[in-house]
């Protein structure tokens, strides 16, 4: 099976683009979303986030957020940390759904292919862009926190120039219309790709 990364940076509209592949009938995997449930259902991740943070990792709600986005924002070798113990466990899991879906090709959805050194794990990967501006005015109205924070998260993920020179396809995301066209022709293209697998 062939296997395709979908990436982007925040407020690109990865997770728009690849809702536009589902609608094509392709398989989607939401690491972020997939990591945000082991975090909380698998034993193995929250033994391991409560050895790395203590006990207030967690709360009687489930993961505390707000704590460790305080601690790793602020200190990139912890984000690391919890990079090594969460990515390992989605990659786990994202392989074992791949094995289950029908399809000539399956999309990851994920943050930071090229930032982690990622890249090989993919057959081809697709780079969702948008100009910064543009980005940040998304993440303030979805997510409704202030331009300095958005900024912040921008800071830890490459530029998009950068990641534009290693990924295999690379669709800026500014008029809907024109990226659905844009993902349309894609797909085409990964399905002619897939046939050689």
Do not use: C
């Not at 259902?41 to 704590?67: C, H, M, P, W």
């Not at 074992?96 to 794990?121: C, H, M």
């Not at 993919?122 to 331009?147: C, F, H, M, S, W």
């Not at 500014?174 to 897939?194: F, P, Q």
Request: charged share 30%; aromatic share 8%; hydrophobic share 40%.
């Amino acid at each position: 099976m062939m296997i395709v990364g979908l990436t982007g940076g925040i407020g690109s509209g990865k997770t728009t683009v690849a809702q536009m592949f589902r609608e094509l009938g392709v398989p989607v995997y939401d690491s972020d979303k997939e990591a945000k449930r082991l975090m909380v259902t698998s034993k193995e991740v929250k033994d391991s986030i409560i050895d790395l943070f203590g006990k207030q990792a967690y709360t009687v709600d489930g993961l505390n957020r707000t704590f460790i986005a305080e601690k790793v924002f602020k200190d990139r070798e912890l984000l690391e940390k919890l990079n090594g113990i969460v990515h390992p466990a989605v990659r786990k899991h994202f392989l074992d759904w791949a094995q289950r879906q029908e399809s000539p090709y399956v999309i990851q959805e994920t943050a930071l292919i090229f930032e982690n050194g990622a890249a090989d794990k993919y057959n081809y990967t697709i780079l969702i862009t948008a100009p910064k501006q543009t980005r940040i005015q998304r993440v303030v109205e979805r997510d409704e926190v202030g331009k300095e924070s958005v900024r912040d998260r921008i800071q830890h993920q490459w530029e998009d120039d950068k990641k534009a020179g290693l990924a295999d396809f690379t669709i800026e995301n500014l008029d809907l219309k024109k990226t659905k066209e844009k993902v349309n022709l894609l797909h085409l293209k990964l399905l002619s790709l897939a046939s050689k697998f």
